[in-house]
């Protein structure tokens, strides 16, 4: 293969991966990364907890230096070098070096782009006031640890109940701040589904952090001293030492629209599975491309860290001649909240219904459930809420979320694999993985959601969600011990104990739709199997009284 010229502006994880792939699949290539910001490749998913001081070397963030690309890869990096245009026509890049102000061309054989992506920071008054911060890069983590320690900061206002802002919370929670959420839908998390995300929202309100959701910032003004003023559309105010603005980031596309390369709808660079732009001499990577959604075909920007890997290493490979294509994205990801995990991979319910793909009718069906992260006999067991949702047609799995305090991710990568490869909830069922009881369980929280998703297809079970409760309609049967009934209850309900539901079976109607349910689902399923068999038309409530509960006020 002939020496080529490899130009790759922006690094960090797609940029940098495509490099060193590029690298290692051939000697002879000219390859030259440039950056307009002082680092090449850094933890940006770390930075929370750099503020945090989790992690307490501002160098351990850094991935790769410009030393170890030219030393390892023979890979010249140049930073502080902005590319300020691309010629077509002429395969070359116009670059301004930002320390002396000098700008300079260079020709490239393949040109990849890996500008990533923006903090959307919201025009309104005051929005440029000092001690309003976003978090993207290690200057912007740099300057929040300053302005906390020199101002002695007490309290902080993070806008956006996403990722970053909940990462945020936790470690401002650490260094001894108060923190208000401000969030514009009804839920924190948005991504997830609602009922998933009131755990979530409990244990935060439980640290005292101030959840405002359903509020939307409208502008800032500067108090007295250092002191900042969060106006509310609502008409209330919140006084503040910082603002850690987290409402979501845009893509980097002014290079690309400046140089001709088609835009999708999302806003993003398109680009096809190769990671080729509308220029076959031109690839795009990372947060500023549009990806296909794998589950729903829909394309958007998902700025994700391990998509923006392969699409790197994917992009190095075709310019090599190799055939390599990205299969899409699941959005598969996790956030510890205090002390919670929360993990989901494919579409939210609340996405395939916006999408107009949720129909009650037939095909997509959901399953909840609440087991222990380990077996139950061995000392420290807590519960995973997991939400398994499913194609009822041929038992595909479509997507899961889960919120626990441990062994979350593990379950949630185990279904995102399965996703991968287009299993069933039957393979679920069957699934072998690894027991031991400080672990597992024989039967894991995997297999049990295969198990609950299978009965429902297979006719053994009917189930019912609260969402879709008629209480004039129902008639409700609990059927956990009076103990618990007393605690808690859904209101008309009937409590007769498993235990004793055939002695006393009479009292339920048969004339009548039954719903059974317990705490969780389980013993109400048993019920279900049993007065099904005596000619009772019934379902079984998913997740129980514990799902009701979550749902419970969510809008």
Request: aromatic share 6%; charged share 25%.
């Amino acid at each position: 293969m002939k020496k080529r010229r490899i130009l790759i502006v922006g690094g960090v994880a797609g940029g940098a991966s495509c490099a060193a792939r590029a690298r290692r699949l051939s000697e002879s290539a000219d390859i030259v990364i440039f950056d307009r910001g002082d680092y090449v490749s850094f933890a940006n998913c770390g930075l929370p907890y750099f503020v945090g001081n989790i992690i307490k070397k501002e160098k351990n963030l850094l991935m790769a230096t410009p030393e170890l690309f030219r030393d390892r890869f023979e890979i010249d990096v140049r930073l502080q070098s902005e590319v300020t245009a691309i010629d077509r026509a002429g395969s070359r890049i116009a670059v301004k070096d930002l320390r002396s102000g000098k700008s300079y061309s260079e020709s490239y054989d393949a040109l990849v782009l890996s500008p990533g992506a923006a903090p959307i920071r919201p025009q309104m008054p005051g929005s440029d006031l000092p001690g309003i911060f976003s978090l993207r890069t290690i200057p912007d983590s740099r300057q929040i640890k300053s302005w906390i320690s020199r101002h002695n900061s007490g309290r902080a206002v993070i806008v956006g109940g996403g990722y970053i802002g909940m990462e945020m919370t936790e470690n401002l929670l650490k260094l001894g701040l108060s923190v208000t959420v401000v969030e514009m839908q009804s839920q924190i998390m948005p991504l997830m589904d609602p009922e998933m995300a009131r755990p979530i929202q409990a244990e935060l309100v439980k640290n005292k952090v101030e959840l405002c959701l359903d509020e939307t910032v409208v502008g800032f003004e500067k108090g007295s001293g250092n002191l900042l003023s969060v106006k509310l559309k609502s008409g209330a105010v919140r006084e503040t030492d910082l603002v850690i603005l987290s409402i979501g980031v845009k893509p980097e596309t002014k290079l690309a629209r400046d140089a001709g390369l088609d835009i999708g709808q999302s806003g993003g660079i398109r680009v096809n599975k190769r990671m080729q732009t509308s220029d076959n001499k031109i690839w795009a990577v990372g947060d500023a491309v549009e990806v296909e959604d794998v589950i729903t075909g829909h394309r958007g920007v998902v700025p994700l860290a391990g998509p923006a890997n392969r699409q790197g290493r994917i992009a190095a490979d075709v310019i090599m001649g190799r055939d390599a294509g990205f299969r899409g994205v699941q959005g598969t990801s996790v956030v510890g909240i205090i002390k919670l995990v929360a993990a989901f991979t494919g579409p939210s319910e609340k996405t395939l219904r916006n999408l107009g793909l949720w129909d009650e009718t037939g095909r997509y069906e959901k399953v909840y459930l609440h087991p222990g992260d380990h077996a139950g006999y061995y000392p420290g067991s807590s519960p995973i809420s997991l939400k398994l949702i499913f194609d009822q047609t041929d038992g595909r799995i479509i997507s899961a979320q889960a919120v626990g305090k441990k062994g979350v991710e593990k379950r949630i990568d185990v279904i995102s694999m399965a996703i991968q490869q287009k299993a069933t909830v039957f393979d679920l069922e069957e699934a072998e993985l690894c027991y031991a009881p400080q672990f597992g369980s024989a039967k894991d929280p995997i297999n049990l959601a295969g198990m609950i998703a299978a009965n429902v297809i297979r006719g053994d079970a009917s189930m019912a969600h609260w969402e879709q409760l008629d209480p004039e309609q129902i008639f409700m049967l609990d059927v956990r011990d009076p103990s618990e009934f007393k605690k808690g209850a859904v209101n008309g309900a009937v409590n007769i104990p498993l235990n004793d539901l055939r002695r006393r079976r009479t009292e339920v109607p048969l004339d009548q739709e039954v719903w059974s349910y317990c705490f969780v689902g389980q013993r109400s399923y048993y019920a279900a199997r049993a007065l099904s068999q005596y000619g009772y038309h019934i379902k079984s409530v998913g997740g129980g009284y514990k799902t009701y509960m979550d749902r419970k006020g969510i809008s």
